[in-house]
T-cell receptor, first 114, second 117 residues
Framework: DVKVTQSSRYLVKRTGEKVFLECVQD?????MFWYRQDPGLGLRLIYF???????EKGDIPEGYSVSREKKERFSLILESASTNQTSMYLC?????????????FGAGSRLTVL | AQTVTQSQPEMSVQEAETVTLSCTYD???????LFWYKQPPSRQMILVIR??????QNATENRFSVNFQKAAKSFSLKISDSQLGDAAMYFC??????????????FGKGTHLIIQP
């Protein structure tokens, strides 16, 4: 089974702190994604990456950046955390191709910014 | 841009009964894929069922089936013989069949399904 591992299930940070959310997948997938999940808003795409060192903005990239130095690892960075970034963050990966390849998700990282 | 609408924020069904979750989407594309994902309280999002738009036959997976109406842009999920383990948030999602394939999914806002024992 494809496994997507998010390093932290729960984080509490202070406003202005730099936050790193790490995601690792073990199936050699080319594509990796970061979503933000908020009640009543569903999942919204922050950034995605289709190759090492490549990244594309999703629907809500403001306040976030990403890093993909290795194929298996995709990091989400909050340069200066703010309270409105308190949310659940979901990482996902998918193999290449235009078929109905399934997104495989990690367990999520719940971030609270005080 | 594509949009996905789930009009039912919450649904409740008795155990062993059948429930249908609604999903509509808006797109100008002819080639696309539709998905239903389930997110139980443990938070791991898992795939329930998927449908390729070019296939007329509705997808089924055991107790889960879809009613795909391409002209109406409707993609509902039917859960038969509901079980307590079906309680979860259910998300409908859309993916374009065009482009390089690196794009993500567009999700609806979700339906919270409650199973009454």
């Amino acid at each position: 089974d494809v496994k997507v591992t998010q390093s932290s299930r729960y984080l509490v940070k202070r406003t202005g702190e730099k936050v790193f959310l790490e995601c690792v997948q073990d199936m050699d997938h080319e594509n990796m994604f970061w979503y933000r999940q908020d009640p009543g808003l569903g999942l919204r795409l922050i950034y995605f990456s289709y190759d090492v060192k490549m990244k594309e903005k999703g629907d809500i990239p403001e306040g976030y950046s990403v890093s993909r130095e290795k194929k298996e690892r995709f990091s989400l960075i909050l340069e200066s955390a703010s309270t409105n970034q308190t949310s659940m963050y979901l990482c996902a990966s998918r193999g290449q191709g235009t078929g109905a390849n399934v997104l495989t998700f990690g367990a999520g990282s719940r971030l609270t910014v005080l | 841009a594509q949009t996905v609408t789930q009009s039912q924020p919450e649904m409740s069904v008795q155990e062993a009964e059948t429930v249908t979750l609604s999903c509509t989407y808006d797109t100008s594309e002819s080639d696309y894929y539709l998905f239903w994902y389930k997110q139980p309280p443990s938070r791991q999002m898992i795939l329930v069922i998927r449908q390729e738009a070019y296939k007329q036959q509705n997808a089924t997976e055991n107790r889960f089936s879809v009613n795909f109406q391409k002209a109406a842009k409707s993609f509902s999920l039917k859960i038969s013989d509901s079980q307590l383990g079906d309680a979860a948030m259910y998300f409908c999602a859309y993916r374009s069949g065009e482009g390089g394939g690196a794009d993500g999914l567009t999700f609806g806002k979700g339906t919270h399904l409650i199973i009454q024992p």
